[in-house]
């Protein structure tokens, strides 16, 4: 069982992950637009098998792959509220903002891989949903989510947490508020220590 958190509050989880089968034979994936000629080694899906995918009745969270190749044919259940998408690590949001002609929020959930807890990438991820493209919905953190990365899940953006199953509800939700005050500024409004320090000066 995976619980989720919503917010600070253990909810039901009413949305089905879908993922697809991984493939026989890997083909290589590369890190960003930018960065062309640098391989991570994630395998991608075939045409084939994003083809065949079969999405389910109800609320279906998708793999960006899926998303790309079939939004035309999900566009109604998009507008019902039962379609959100997933990115996996190595995955930009930039290829979804572009497939929704730059309005996120007409997604009602966006959800972001950790498929380990040493991978950051997810981090960079939901900042950049929340600031460059303004997604205003729900915003989840799939796989690899443990209690010693709470706070800073909620930092970057997320606001909920798929937990991992063998984590404790309870302390995670206690993770969110582990520090009162931060050293950085990111989405969450919190003033970061050096410009409460400046405003003192300033005031002095």
């Known amino acids: 069982m995976h619980d989720l958190i919503v917010g600070n509050t253990l909810v039901e989880n009413d949305w089905h992950w879908l993922r697809l089968p991984e493939s026989a034979t890997p083909v290589r994936k590369s890190a960003g637009k930018v960065v062309l000629f640098k391989l991570t080694g994630e395998p991608a899906a075939t045409a ?20 790309l190749h079939r939004h035309a044919e999900l566009e109604n259940r998009v507008a019902a509220g039962e379609i959100g998408v997933w990115l996996d690590s190595h995955e930009e949001p930039v290829e979804l903002a572009e497939s929704v002609s730059g309005d996120l929020n007409r997604l009602p959930l966006i959800g972001v891989n950790f498929p380990k807890f040493i991978d950051g990438r997810g981090y960079s991820t939901a900042f950049i949903l929340r600031t460059r493209y303004g997604y205003r919905n729900q915003l989840r953190a799939l796989g690899d989510v443990l209690r010693d990365q709470m706070f800073f899940f909620h ?21 969110l508020k582990d520090f009162t005050t931060p ?10 220590v050096f410009r409460r320090r400046s405003a003192q000066q300033a005031t002095a």
Do not use: H
């Open 183 to 192: 050293y950085q500024t990111s989405t969450d409004g919190l003033t970061p």
């Open 48 to 67: 084939d098998v994003v083809a065949a995918c079969e999405v389910p009745a109800g609320k279906v969270m998708v793999p960006l792959s899926v998303w």
């Open 155 to 175: 930092r970057c953006g997320f606001d909920a947490y798929q937990l991992r199953a063998d984590q404790n509800a309870e302390r995670c939700i206690k993770a």
